[in-house]
C-alpha cells in the first residue's frame, strides 16, 4: 500500500519560511516522479514544483511552477525516500493546502489527474 505523509505545514508571517516534507512508503518500485501542489480556499488544485525521483540516483532534475520560482525549492532524499519543498520569502497567497503526489505518466506538466498516490495534505497558512 503506497503512502505518502506530509508534515511541516503551520502558521507563519509573511516573509517567513517553512520546510515541508513527504514520506513515501509501500512502493515496490521507486515512483518517476513527485511533486508538490496546492489548493488555496475557493481556487482549483495548481502545480508548485516537481521532481524527477526515478533511476539509480533519483536524477533531481526539479520544475517549478511560475508562482513560486525563486522562493521554493523542492529537494529529494534518496535514502530516505523523502521529498522536501523549502518556501522562503512566503506571501498571503501562498496560504493553501499543501498535498504530495507521485508517480505520473506527464510529470511536469502541472496536470494533478496525471499523478497516481497523493498524501492528505499539510496545511500553510500565511499572515500579515
Known amino acids: 500500500q503506497v503512502q505518502l505523509v506530509e508534515s511541516g505545514g503551520g502558521s507563519v508571517q509573511a516573509g517567513g519560511s517553512l520546510r515541508l516534507s513527504c514520506a513515501a512508503s509501500?512502493?515496490?518500485?521507486?515512483?518517476?516522479?513527485m511533486a508538490w501542489f496546492r489548493r488555496a480556499p475557493g481556487k482549483e488544485r495548481e502545480g508548485v514544483a516537481v521532481?524527477?525521483?526515478?533511476?539509480?540516483?533519483?536524477?533531481?532534475?526539479?520544475h517549478y511552477f511560475d508562482s513560486v520560482k525563486g522562493r521554493f525549492t523542492i529537494s529529494h532524499d534518496y535514502a530516505k525516500n523523502t521529498v522536501y519543498l523549502q518556501m522562503n520569502s512566503l506571501k498571503l497567497e501562498d496560504t493553501a493546502m499543501y498535498y504530495c503526489?507521485?508517480?505520473?505518466?506527464?510529470?511536469?506538466?502541472?496536470?494533478?489527474?496525471?499523478?497516481?498516490?497523493w498524501g492528505l495534505g499539510t496545511q500553510v497558512t500565511v499572515s500579515s
Open positions: 503526489a507521485a508517480d505520473s505518466y506527464d510529470c511536469y506538466s502541472g496536470s494533478w489527474s496525471s499523478y497516481s498516490f
Open positions: 509501500g512502493y515496490t518500485e521507486r515512483p518517476n516522479c
Open positions: 521532481i524527477y525521483t526515478g533511476g539509480s540516483t533519483g536524477g533531481g532534475l526539479t
